[in-house]
């Protein structure tokens, strides 16, 4: 009805996250009309938009060439990525350690920081090509830091 193609719920079972179109809204999950409580906005074409593994943040995938990486309020804390590379799918790893996330340029992982769940700064990442079936490791992103 509003143009959503995609809804996951929050590990806690509090919160769900709707995908679609420029744009993924966070509302709560206890509430009948569904009224957005944030938006977590992008240039292009939202594509994934997945939940941390404990539920504290959400990590977003755009053909604006971002993966973008939200608290659980919705506010931005970090955007990733090139802005060429128009991404398809990101994902927590189990441990919210590690996002990767795919586009078609390849396969490439962000190593996130251990300290204090702040995402502002990353410590390190890594880019994969896809070599008929396996991953291998290609040149370092530009962006990494």
């Known amino acids: 009805q ?6 996951r719920f929050d590990p806690r079972g509090e919160l769900m996250v709707a995908r679609g179109g420029l744009t993924a809204v966070i509302t709560k999950t ?5 009224e957005p409580l944030a938006r977590l906005d992008h240039d292009g074409k939202v594509m994934d938009v997945e939940w941390s593994a404990h539920g504290d943040f959400l990590v977003s995938a755009s053909i604006d060439g971002k993966v973008r990486v939200w608290d659980r309020a919705g506010h931005l804390l970090v955007a990733l990525g090139d802005g060429h590379s128009a991404w398809w799918r990101a994902r927590f790893s189990p441990d919210d350690r590690y996002i990767i996330s795919a586009s ?4 490439q992982i962000w190593e996130l920081p251990r300290f204090g769940g ?4 990353l410590v390190r990442c890594r880019q994969y090509d896809l070599d008929g079936t396996q991953l291998r490791p290609a040149r370092r992103p530009p962006d990494c830091t």
């Open 2 to 7: 509003n143009g959503f193609d995609r809804v």
């Open 104 to 107: 078609a340029n390849g396969v």
């Open 30 to 34: 206890a509430d009948p009309q569904h």
């Open 118 to 121: 702040s995402y502002e700064q």
